[in-house]
């Protein structure tokens, strides 16, 4: 009798090749991976035209490879698609999940790499299958289908429940092809713990940190690591702990930045500015005048969260406002000089507001 030939193979299609999708796509594809990209516009063209150039930030001119992918201009172009990876921000997300949803249907397992949890109420009405993703690297789009990544991975793997056991440790198997993937039994802690991470991301943006340069060192460096361990105290009063993620600072480390002279840390704190690329959002706000960013669900999340539990939150609440304020077409850079003397308003504030 002829060899069996197995079980066919799994077939993916990932929805959005930007910073992260775009270069998650390409390693797959790398390792035989039947993957398909769905995007839209010139991103579309570019992947049809060149297919995905990814590169290493540290090493560009060793690592720099092109990779042809499949490409789907809509969903129903896959029909038959076993994985779905969702690549999109979560202010993108319910749009793109409804048309999801009515191409096709609620076969696939979906997979949804997006930071914050706003997919966690996004998704569960739509789809009975689940998985959240965590993404534990950095990325930056130069172009359309052109991304410099700091690292390979890791991504982090989890549900709401037990019940996707086996579609998890599918997905596992299958994005590990691509770059080191671990599953976590308590999702909420890894998701807030990336959420503190995520709090740079709308300071950056404020002060334009990569799109232009920095106005005064020290008062960002204060900025930075002061909502930082803002942001920890939160996730803490909130309930949740600490899951370590491969390549970003512990929570000791944060607290330790607040307590150290700050001559004592620039030096460190310099390395890691040279290692750190433009920020998603600085890229949405500065370079492409966007409206629709990641602020709500990652800073206003972290503010409405210190409101609930009674935390103190001049940092990210003063970031907040001015996000809101000034994200915008036409957005100019603050001075860092300047945010922190907003944060110092927004504490004289709260100082007068009787309890």
Request: proline share 6%.
């Amino acid at each position: 009798m002829p060899a069996s030939a197995g079980p066919p193979a799994e077939k993916v299609l990932l929805v959005g090749a930007g910073a992260i999708g775009a270069p998650v796509a390409a390693w797959l594809a790398e390792n035989q991976v039947n993957v398909w990209v769905c995007d839209t516009g010139e991103t579309l063209a570019a992947l049809k035209a060149k297919g995905i150039t990814t590169y290493l930030i540290g090493a560009p001119d060793e690592t720099r490879r092109q990779t042809r992918v499949n490409v789907a201009g809509r969903f129903a172009d896959v029909p038959d698609a076993d994985i779905v990876l969702l690549a999109v921000k979560n202010y993108n997300l319910p749009f793109v999940a409804a048309d999801l949803r009515a191409q096709l249907g609620d076969r696939p397992v979906i997979v949804s790499l997006a930071n914050g949890t706003d997919n966690q109420s996004i998704l569960p009405p739509l789809f009975s299958k689940v998985i959240y993703g965590i993404v534990g690297f950095n990325a930056r789009c130069d172009r359309p289908a052109v991304v410099g990544y700091q690292k390979r991975g890791p991504l982090i793997l989890g549900t709401l429940d037990t019940s996707l056991e086996p579609q998890l440790r599918r997905v596992q198997a299958l994005l590990s092809k691509a770059c080191p993937t671990e599953t976590v039994s308590n999702l909420g802690d890894a998701v807030h713990t990336k959420i503190v991470m995520n709090l740079t991301n709308a300071l950056d943006a404020l002060v334009g940190h990569g799109y232009v340069p920095l106005s005064n060192f020290d008062a960002y460096q204060h900025l930075l690591s002061q909502t930082l361990w803002e942001g920890v105290r939160i996730v803490r009063a909130a309930g949740y702990k600490e899951h370590a993620i491969a390549g970003l600072p512990s929570f000791s480390m944060l607290r330790l930045a607040t307590l150290l002279p700050r001559w004592i840390a620039r030096p460190i704190f310099r390395r890691k500015l040279r290692a750190m690329v433009m920020s998603s959002m600085t890229q949405d706000v500065a370079l492409h005048g966007a409206q629709s960013t990641e602020l709500e669900s990652l800073t206003g999340y972290i503010v409405r969260l210190a409101r609930r539990y009674n935390v103190p939150a001049p940092y990210n609440t003063t970031i907040y406002r001015l996000g809101r304020e000034r994200f915008r077409p036409g957005f100019k850079p603050m001075r860092c000089e300047d945010v922190l003397a907003e944060v110092e308003r927004t504490r004289k504030n709260l100082r007068e507001v009787p309890s």
